[in-house]
């Protein structure tokens, strides 16, 4: 199971999301993903995770996904959640989002 690995809370609420994927990407450029099946993935298929710039994602087709087809998650400055940056490094969140961390275009 991975109910108890890292995550983020996007909103500083009651809910997070797991920064996990079958296709994980952080800190990459000009990435495509493109003319695949996913089918019964389970979890998060696709996860974009703080930085990434110009990722195309099309002519693919998702099929009895089971969670979430494509996840798009940054960080943002301000909090840092939790304090153990031993357990969850680099995961922060909060009202300032001029850092760039996050995926974008």
């Known amino acids: 199971y991975t109910y108890m690995d890292p ?3 996007p909103s500083g609420g009651d809910w997070g999301l797991q920064r996990t994927g ?3 990407l952080d800190g990459t450029e000009n990435i495509t993903i493109s003319n ?3 089918q019964r993935m ?3 298929v696709i996860s974009l995770n703080r930085y990434n710039r110009n990722i195309t994602i099309y002519k693919n087709e998702f099929v009895w996904i089971g ?3 494509i996840a798009s998650m940054g960080d943002t400055e301000g ?5 153990d940056y031993e357990v969850y490094p ?3 969140m909060g009202w300032d989002g001029t850092n760039g961390n996050q995926p974008r275009f």
Do not use: E, K, R, V
């Open 67 to 69: 969670s979430t087809t």
């Open 36 to 38: 695949n099946l996913f």
């Open 22 to 24: 079958a296709i994980y």
């Open 7 to 9: 995550h983020c809370m």
């Open 79 to 83: 909090i840092t959640f939790p304090d």
């Open 42 to 44: 389970d979890g998060i």
């Open 90 to 92: 680099q995961t922060t």
